[in-house]
C-alpha cells in the first residue's frame, strides 16, 4: 500500500531528525537512512522536510556560500520553540540560547517598538566560541 509505505519513510526520516538534534542536512538524512538499510528515496527525503518545515516542525538553516540547506527538528510543543538559536556559520554547530535570554530581548523589542518576535523562526548568526578563538 502507497500510504502505509509513506507512513514507514515518514517516520523513519523523524526518527533520523529526532536522534541528531543538532542539525542535519538532507544529504545526511538520506546516508543515514541507508546506513541502516533504510531505502527512502531522495525526493522522499526533501518532500517530507519541506512539509516539516512548513509544519513549523523542523527549523531550516542555510549556511556557507553553497547556501548549504539544515534541518533542526523542534520535537514537539516545548522542544525548541521558546528560545533563540545561535547558529556557528563556520562549522555549523548550533546552540539553544537560554530562554531568560529570550524573553528579556523580546520583551525590550515589544516595548522599544511594539513588536513581537517569533522566537521559533528567529537564528542569530556569527562564531562559536571554538571557532572565534582559532
Ligand atoms: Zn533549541
Ligand atoms: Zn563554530
Known amino acids: 500500500m502507497p500510504v502505509h ?3 514507514k519513510q515518514k517516520a523513519l526520516i523523524l526518527e533520523v531528525l529526532d536522534k541528531n538534534r ?8 538520506i546516508t543515514l537512512l541507508h546506513s541502516c538499510g533504510e ?11 519541506r512539509e516539516l518545515e512548513e ?10 556560500e553553497k547556501n ?8 514537539e510543543e516545548d522542544g525548541c520553540h521558546g528560545h533563540y ?13 537560554d530562554r531568560t535570554v529570550a ?3 523580546a520583551k525590550s523589542a ?3 517598538y511594539g513588536f513581537i518576535i517569533d522566537c521559533s523562526k528567529t537564528v542569530f548568526y556569527g562564531k562559536c566560541k571554538d571557532c572565534a578563538e582559532n
Open 103 to 105: 524573553e528579556s530581548f
Open 85 to 97: 538559536h545561535l547558529m556557528c556559520d563556520v562549522c555549523g554547530k548550533l546552540e539553544h540560547l
Open 5 to 7: 509505505h509513506n507512513t
Open 110 to 112: 515589544r516595548e522599544s
Open 22 to 29: 543538532n542539525h542535519v542536512t538532507a544529504e545526511d538524512v
Open 39 to 49: 531505502k527512502v528515496g531522495r525526493a522522499t527525503v526533501y518532500r517530507y522536510l
Open 68 to 75: 548549504t540547506a539544515y534541518y533542526q527538528y523542534m520535537g
Open 55 to 64: 509544519a513549523g516542525r523542523v527549523r531550516k538553516y542555510t549556511l556557507g
